[in-house]
């Protein structure tokens, strides 16, 4: 995955890119990120970026040339890119949508908004597509872009020590994920459930698929809807309502 990113604060982002899963794949070639300051593409000697909003409202809006300038910038290489603005009211991010940056071909880039906006000008002539990774308002769009690379990232192959693990994380399966246990087998009363120890990978899988159910079923009971169930999901959803 290659993306360029547009920030007013770059430190911000890359806080997050030096450590974990991200500082691996990006040393393993799996991710490639430019990082470019907004500022650097204003004019004059105080690199203003923001002016008042035309017809009067409160808070500022970044103006249109500095972004521009900098779309110009990255894209004289002349290839071409998957322009993403992170914005409130643009298409709720999803694993599905996850899973198609995962195997991006194309170099995106992510523009960053602040303040109130950015100029409507820069949708209608650079931006491709507008995402919002939830229905709330941030400071910025620094954390969605992040959002959006660290889950794609994690579903390259390689990306993780072990490959089962984006297979079998929440959402994957459609559902939210199984309850997890280590040891000690016993803590304070409490004991993991022994199925986890019989060595029976049928029975442990059969135990997980329900617990997700179960904990899908309490938790968000509007994901069950959305998938198609097997036989087998049928089955172990009436235990559970037997046993609630």
Not at 92 to 105: G, Y
Not at 149 to 167: H, T
Not at 171 to 200: A, C, H, K
Not at 207 to 223: G, V
Request: hydrophobic share 40%.
């Amino acid at each position: 995955m290659k993306c360029d990113i547009l920030t007013l604060f770059p430190d911000i982002v890359n806080a997050y890119l030096k450590e974990s899963i991200l500082k691996r794949a990006q040393e393993g070639k799996l991710l490639e990120v430019k990082i470019y300051n907004l500022r650097d593409f204003a004019a004059g000697r105080h690199k203003v970026l923001d002016d008042y909003p035309f017809g009067g409202g409160p808070g500022m809006v970044i103006k249109p040339e500095p972004l521009f300038k900098a779309i110009e910038h990255i894209k004289k290489d002349g290839l071409p890119r998957r322009v993403i603005l992170l914005s409130p009211q643009g298409k709720t991010f999803t694993q599905s949508m996850a899973e198609e940056f995962s195997r991006e071909k194309q170099r995106v880039v992510f523009i960053c908004g602040r303040y109130e906006g950015i100029d409507e000008r820069v949708r209608l002539r650079l931006v491709n597509e507008e995402v919002s990774i939830g229905d709330y308002v941030l400071t910025g769009g620094e954390l969605g872009a992040l959002v959006i690379i660290d889950s794609a990232v994690r579903l390259i192959p390689g990306a993780l020590g072990d490959e089962r693990s984006a297979d079998e994380e929440s959402f994957s399966w459609g559902l939210l994920d199984y309850p997890q246990y280590t040891r000690p087998r016993e803590f304070q009363g409490m004991r993991v459930p022994d199925v986890l120890i019989s060595g029976n990978h049928k029975e442990i899988w059969l135990w997980r698929r329900k617990e997700a159910l179960r904990k899908t079923i309490k938790m968000r009971p509007d994901l069950i809807k959305k998938i198609k169930l097997a036989d087998i999901d049928k089955k172990l959803i009436s235990e559970i309502e037997g046993e609630e």
